[in-house]
């Protein structure tokens, strides 16, 4: 059964939910001849339910009730629906974080009413959270650089000498209370919460045309670099600007969007 079904590019989607549960779905999608070698790239999608046949006896009716939901991807107004059309955001594996950051980052917004300058506050807020984890890693840094001249000594004196090389330097691990996995523990616990940060701020139709500063629309690649690269300088002026082109062909992100069917 087939309770509804969406259709969903970066900042937009549609909805359609059935009365009752459809039997089926039908899914279909072009692609762009025209792409740049390499890539593929949708030029329409489609999504249908497909219905079970029913018998209509002769001057009898038959009704199917729809409903089209044709709107912004935002989490909330996904709520005012349904809890279950939240999946259709498709934050991943980290989506309990990322639906916490979004909701945090609207917070924000209502207090400071700029998208920038609420995601500098979430950012600072995220690194003040995270501020026992940071100390942590820095402490166990700082004890690893205390120790490497004693790790040196060992890795110098039984060079020819692989297991009493691990022995001896265990031994100073242990006296000195150093773990070397312990670094890496705190990087760790940060993982999730910034993917589910660099998710957020990637595909938030919140950000959508969202000003600041010199920046017209947060939710777009910033274009500082490509206007620097008409710049030129003497004879080295075309090496220069070609730099800069470069430098933003690697920064720059495609922008097309993807469609996604439920």
Known sequence: EIHWAAVRERFFLQILTPAAPAAGLSVEASRRLDAPAGRLELASASASLLQAEASIAPGAGFQRGYSLFVGPRKLSELRKIGPDY???????????????????????????????????????????????VNKRNAESMRKMQEIQPLIKEVQTKFKDDPKKLQAETMRIYGENKVNPLSSCLPMLIQLPVFVALFTVLRSSVELRYAPFLWVADLSEPENLFRAKSTAECGKDGHAIRGAFSTADQDLTFFGSDDAYFF
Do not use: E, K, S
């Open 86 to 132: 939240v999946q259709i955001m498709r934050f991943g594996t980290w989506g309990f974080f990322c639906r916490l950051l979004l909701d945090l980052l609207n917070f924000l917004y209502g207090i400071v009413p700029n998208y920038g300058v609420a995601i500098i506050l979430l950012t600072a807020l995220v690194r003040l959270v995270l501020y026992p």
